[in-house]
């Protein structure tokens, strides 16, 4: 049973609207021709004009469309203009075939040589593609788990490869921190995506917040837990987050880390808070 009543009623419908089509391009022919069949240079020239170039451009959307759809099911979300080069290389200059598609809305120029496409963009996958071996972190991440209620406009991640470095986008800016491998190495986190969406890279929330926390202030080692406790009251992330906090991974991030601030946060959910779930 269909939206129409009956299968036999949605193909009525159908043969109804193709003959209505039909008679439709009928009756414009005959408007047409009879000056298609004169001599009148005001007329006859423009028309012939606007409907090969209507059929033309239909004709060229449908094959834009399907180019579209095949580029998006072999590249990934963000893309350098080489890789569009090895699946094409019958393309002579995919730059400005990047460049056409951005000027149409299709794609988002990133940065020199880099695109991604703008449907169903999601600004934190991006920000694992800009640069190598980097994950999102610090009050990005806090805010992606809803521990704090801010709006963070810097998309912040860190990265074991590159030093500092910043990127302004079309989506925002991309901020980049240089972390040793053996700390960039403790405590990622992957969220896979649902429906075919590319996963997330992220820091775990006792990463992020040790992040956030070291890049605030540089030194902790004569701080105690009432400097602390005014961070995170500044930051306002609310105690019940921290109790569930792994206190085994947190001191792994500590003893990794260049900054006393995980160890002091650390310190400060074992003597001030609840012990955690896990914690026995």
Known sequence: MTAFGSPAAFISCGILGISATFLLVVWGSRQISPLANTNNPKYNPQIRHFLSCSWIQIGRNILTAKKI????????????????????PEKAAPGK???RLANKGILIRLKKGFYAFRENID?????????????????TALSYYGM??????VIMSVSSVIKRRDFATELGVYEYHYQTPLLYGVGMDIVLGSGGAPSLLIATREKALSDALARRSESYHDKNN???????????IEEDALRDFDLQHLDEIASA??????????????????RPRNET
């Open 123 to 139: 600004s934190l996958v991006i920000a694992n593609y800009l640069a190598p071996c980097s994950y999102v972190s610090f009050e």
């Open 97 to 99: 075939f990047c460049e």
């Open 257 to 274: 880390h260049h900054s006393k601030a995980p160890r002091l946060l650390h310190n400060y959910i074992k003597d001030h808070l609840a």
């Open 226 to 236: 009432e400097y602390l406790g005014a961070i995170l009251r500044g930051l306002r």
């Open 148 to 153: 704090i209620p801010e709006y963070v406009p």
């Open 69 to 88: 759809n095949h580029l998006k099911s072999i590249l990934p979300p963000v893309f350098e203009m080489k890789e569009l080069a090895s699946f094409f």
